[in-house]
């Protein structure tokens, strides 16, 4: 599927990263996309940053991979965050922005514009303990465990990191929301290559 404005600057930027840790482990493109659960064709387009990424998918590459989410940000490097740094870990129609440096070693917050039915595009979890997230403006549909939480502007929640959560903007104009991890993902971890028996 073709890129919006919103997916193109996150994936352009992730894709070459994946491409090239890949490449780093051997892994082929068939390897990667069948540990994955998609097809060859999406690894290749997703890789040149030519399609867009759901959240859980793009955490089942890196984990193929045996890489942490954390480590495809760039990081802002001055004491006053300007606005955010760009980012993307997945999902549809959105456009997202790290505010916190990565020598913070207690919360990471990010903030997300989300346009009309943006959203996650699939339920997931995270390597954190707990999730905070304050509708700044608009509203957030909000599924964590089954549990479904509609938020206004002004509206905030708290849920644990390790609950399959989904969710996405149910209005049909803009809304922005900011959430913050705790404690931040990781950079680096014990995270292993799935599958390592057979690259090819």
């Not at 892994?27 to 060859?40: C, D, I, M, P, R």
Request: proline fraction near 7%.
């Amino acid at each position: 599927m073709p890129l919006s404005d919103e997916n193109r600057a996150g994936m352009e930027d992730v894709g070459p990263k994946l491409r090239s840790t890949r490449v780093a482990q051997g892994f082929s493109v068939t390897f990667v996309a069948e540990q994955a659960g998609v097809t060859k064709g999406f690894i290749s387009l997703a890789e040149r940053g030519k399609t867009r990424v759901s959240v859980p998918v793009l955490l089942r590459i890196c984990e193929v991979l045996g890489i942490t989410i954390g480590s495809l940000f760039t990081y802002p490097d001055e004491p006053i965050v300007h606005g955010g740094i760009p980012l993307y870990m997945g999902g549809v129609d959105l456009q997202e922005y790290l505010l916190t440096p990565h020598d913070e070693k207690w919360v990471q917050v990010m903030r997300t514009t989300m346009q009309p039915g943006g959203g996650s595009d699939g339920a997931y979890t995270l390597d954190a303990e707990s999730i905070f997230v304050v509708v700044l403006q608009g509203q957030l549909s909000l599924d964590v465990g089954g549990d479904i939480r509609i938020l206004d502007t002004g509206d905030s929640t708290t849920f644990s990191a390790r609950t399959p959560h989904n969710w996405f903007n149910p209005l049909d104009s803009e809304s922005q929301v900011m959430w913050v991890i705790s404690p931040p993902l990781p950079l680096v971890g014990d995270v292993k290559p799935v599958g390592n028996r057979d690259r090819g």
